[in-house]
């Protein structure tokens, strides 16, 4: 087949940025465009926004669009990839839009739909941290904490495809409210929302800590990865103690789903994990392991940092992609 015609564009879809990927048979990068996520706008805005994205990235990639055989998503919200729907993504403010017919009609090429946490997943599984893999779960912190499973080398999605809600593993029932509406989830309790959250808590209790001042010289509104790491070097005890706390939860959420499914690896993915990497995730480890049920042959199971950053998701969708297309 033409090599030409196995291009395909990954796009990772978050709440608050948009990330293309120009991506080669080979699964190489060829070019990369990234912009803020419009959500003020309707849906429509942001499907034109999406494919105006498109085309640049494709140029940028000194490619024609002729030459493209298929655009894949992953958007923040419950996705249904058989009909191309996003279903609730509050992050979007978006309900049932069917965001692959729209774009498709915009792009005349095929328009792949996933959910985020899926791909980045997949991305991982197939190009890497967890390269190999037949069994493997993903687990990525950020604003919140999103989960994937790979069973038999391929995504498990469930009867509804609602599984592999990690995030939402009730680790502490009568522990802080979480967005789902549940209490104490792990989300609740290790995203880095939480974390701040809790670093707040503690100034407002009279500790003294630099993550505000940090966050002011930054121009920072939120305590974001690179604020997390700043605060850490300077040795910030709130910081610490927040951190110690949050990796403390982690571990035991990765020993709750190592003891349900026993995969080969768990890769830790995300902004803080990519910023701290070993830092972030050897506690965490250490906690899993002390809570396996199994706890002989313990390190078998490998507990690792994902490697792919930013593009784990865009790699995931161009990969989640060609399986689609090859069925
Ligand atoms: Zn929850």
Not at 94 to 122: I, M, Q, S
């Amino acid at each position: 087949m033409d090599a030409a015609k196995e291009i395909i564009v990954g796009i990772d879809m978050g709440g608050t940025s948009l990330r293309a990927l120009v991506v080669n048979a080979q699964n190489e990068i060829m070019a990369v465009e990234k912009q803020p996520t419009n959500v003020a706008q309707k849906p429509a805005g942001l499907i034109r926004d999406l494919a105006a994205m498109v085309e640049d990235v494709v140029a940028a990639a000194g490619l024609r669009k002729s030459q493209l055989r298929a655009v894949s998503i992953g958007a923040p919200g419950a996705a249904d990839p058989e009909h191309g729907v996003v279903y609730n993504a509050p992050n979007l403010g978006w309900d049932a839009v069917p965001l692959g017919a729209e774009l498709k009609k915009l792009l005349r090429v095929p328009v792949f739909v996933e959910n985020d946490v899926n791909v980045g997943v997949a991305g991982e599984h197939a190009l890497g941290a967890g390269r190999g893999a037949q069994e493997l779960v993903g687990m990525f912190v950020g604003t919140g904490i999103g989960g994937g499973i790979i069973s038999r080398g391929e995504l498990y999605l469930g009867m509804r495809g609602a599984a592999a809600e990690v995030g939402h593993m009730i680790v502490q029932v009568d522990g802080p409210l979480c967005g789902c509406g549940n209490h104490g989830c792990i989300e609740a309790l290790a995203s880095r929302t939480a974390m701040e959250r809790d670093v707040r808590a503690a100034l407002r209790a009279g500790q003294k800590s630099c993550v505000l001042k940090l966050m002011e010289e930054r121009g920072k509104e939120r305590m974001t990865s690179s604020i997390i790491q700043r605060a850490l070097k300077r040795n910030d005890p709130v910081m610490r103690k927040v951190m110690k706390r949050a990796q403390y939860f982690l571990g035991i959420a990765v020993a709750n789903v190592v003891n349900l499914l026993d995969p080969e690896c768990v890769v830790i993915g995300g902004g803080i994990a990519e910023r701290l990497g070993e830092d972030f995730t050897a506690p965490i480890r250490k906690t899993a392991y002390e809570h396996f049920l199994r706890r002989h042959d313990a390190e078998r199971v490998k507990i690792v940092s994902g490697t792919l950053g930013d593009n784990a998701g865009g790699l995931g969708a161009v990969v989640l992609a060609r399986k689609r297309l090859k069925k």
